[in-house]
């Protein structure tokens, strides 16, 4: 039995290993846990998929929304490859039930407790920021508190991104960017039997025939599970791939078709760059790309913006708004919330040394 609760263990280790700060895959199991140990009423059978597949979404979306400010977007296929061999299939699930029930919930208080500890490096890279100026930040610091943490470095893309937009939207804004848009006086008429589309997506009609907006970036929101696609785009054209793994010529393609901008920008690790460059010229793509940017670039770039010539107009700016995408990006870091919800499920009572709980 216990080589049998040992594999249950591991495979329950390794899915929280592969995952993502947020967590979602591990807090499903533990909230299928909960619903098994505290609602008899719903029939529900470990070893039989069925009855909880489709329901625990629902069950780890409300705590997810609580702690997260959001929910998985991934694929249904994706977020059902949690119960396949090489996760927590049934007879695995089973396992760690009867543990559960046994000890009071403690592999919930595990699964709660792992969250927690991804999230107090979070916090610590946050407090970072809060306590940095523009003359103390560090760029290189930053980024290696998530390189050198185990549990966040799956996680580094969002913190690329974060970087990235802080940095793209505070300059944007600085710089005071105006975008016109107009339409050809000789296609008033085109205009006028379209009015309606005119007025309401163009914003536009037969006497007011230019405007003018402020330019700005705008983060698209939560990655999906392949890291593909767009992160950020801008209102005037230019779209945004961050990529801090290393891009080979099938995802370089994908990165490329699934946008239909030509002005992208890719931001790379700086040894990535003239990789990322030879396969986007073999795969003909090149001619979309508008800039590779490198870390070393944006390392330059914050060190200008934060104590160079303009560091009193850019720097508190920039700092500030890393923090702010920090704490919109992961609104648990520095709550008072989970500390409650911990309480009221009594996790804080549970002592194992076996599934190392200590709190």
């Given amino acids: ?16 290993k592969k995952s993502r700060v ?24 470990l070893k039989d998929l069925e009855t909880y597949r489709t329901k625990s ?46 000890n009071n919930g403690i ?43 185990p549990g966040l470095k799956r996680s580094l893309d969002k913190i690329f991104e974060i970087v990235v937009y802080s940095l793209f939207e505070v300059l944007t804004i600085a710089i005071d960017i105006k975008i016109d848009i107009y339409y050809n006086p000789e296609k008033r008429r085109i205009l006028k039997e379209f009015s309606e589309f005119a007025e309401k997506v163009l914003n536009l009609n037969a006497e007011n025939n230019r405007k003018s907006l402020e330019a700005h970036f705008h983060r698209v929101g939560v990655t999906n599970a392949a890291d593909r696609g767009l992160d950020m785009y801008a209102n005037f054209g230019s779209v945004v791939q961050i990529k801090h793994l290393s891009l080979d010529e099938e995802l370089a393609e994908d990165v490329v078709t699934s946008i239909t901008s030509n002005k992208i920008i890719i931001v790379c690790k700086s ?6 460059n030879s396969l986007l010229t073999q795969i003909g793509w090149r001619s ?55 309480e009221a499920r009594s996790y804080n009572q549970l002592c194992n040394q076996y599934w190392d709980i200590n709190t």
Wanted: proline share 3%; hydrophobic share 40%; charged share 25%.
């Fill in 107 to 149: 592999v919930e208080a595990y699964i709660y407790k792992k969250f927690e500890e991804k999230h107090l490096q979070l916090e610590n890279a946050l407090n970072y920021c809060l306590s940095s100026t523009k003359e103390t930040f560090d760029l290189n610091i930053f980024l290696n508190q998530f390189w050198d943490q």
């Fill in 288 to 342: 979309r790309i508008q800039a590779v940017i490198t870390v070393d670039d944006l390392v330059c770039w914050y060190e200008k913006a934060l104590t160079g010539t303009y560091a009193n107009i850019l720097g508190e700016k920039i700092i500030s708004t890393l923090s702010d995408e920090i704490k919109n990006e992961f609104p648990s870091v520095g709550s008072n919330d989970f500390q409650e919800f911990k």
């Fill in 271 to 276: 040894a990535e760059e003239n990789v990322i």
């Fill in 57 to 102: 979404k629902k069950w780890r979306d409300i705590v997810c929304m609580q702690f997260l400010g959001r929910v998985s977007t991934s694929s249904a296929k994706f977020q059902d490859n949690l119960f396949e061999d090489n996760a927590i299939p049934p007879h695995i699930l089973s396992l760690l039930g009867i543990e559960n029930d046994n």
């Fill in 22 to 45: 947020h967590l979602y895959k591990p807090i499903q199991i533990a909230e299928i846990l909960f619903k098994n140990r505290n609602n008899p009423e719903l029939n529900i059978d």
């Fill in 1 to 16: 039995m216990r080589h049998d609760l040992d594999q249950a263990k591991n495979a329950l280790d390794s899915v929280i």
